[in-house]
Nanobody, 126 residues
Framework: QVQLVESGGGLVQAGGSLRLSCAAS????????MGWFRQAPRKEREFVAA????????RYADSVKGRFTISRDNAKNTMYLQMNSLQPEDTADYYC???????????????????WGQGTQVTVSS
């Protein structure tokens, strides 16, 4: 079992930046693929970015490619999402998630993740 806690959300103007963090409990964080998802009001939860347990394999949604960067520090049991050039359409609750499957594939679907945080709200004003 792992517990995930997101932080770093807030209100920012269009074009601004935010850095989200996901702190994980437990000693197995370094063996999990990790991902970020987001959910806007009245919309389905969608994939944002993910990376492998060692951080060497990353995947991004097309909508954030070139603007967002996912990273992790296994020594600190923490994952990050650096979000630059934010736009109003990035407004959503952002969730981090952990995949314990030890698959060779970094999953981009919600069903591929076993543990979820409570989310942090990001609001981008125009």
């Amino acid at each position: 079992q792992v517990q995930l806690v997101e932080s770093g959300g807030g209100l920012v103007q269009a074009g601004g930046s935010l850095r989200l963090s996901c702190a994980a409990s437990g000693r197995t964080f370094s063996s999990y693929h990790m991902g970020w998802f987001r959910q806007a009001p009245r919309k389905e939860r969608e994939f944002v970015a993910a990376l492998s347990w060692g951080g060497g394999n990353t995947r991004y949604a097309d909508s954030v490619k070139g603007r967002f960067t996912i990273s992790r520090d296994n020594a600190k049991n923490t994952m990050y999402l650096q979000m630059n050039s934010l736009q109003p359409e990035d407004t959503a609750d952002y969730y981090c998630a952990a995949d314990r499957s030890r698959s060779t594939v970094v999953d981009t679907t919600t069903r591929g993740y076993d543990y979820w945080g409570q989310g942090t709200q990001v609001t981008v004003s125009s």
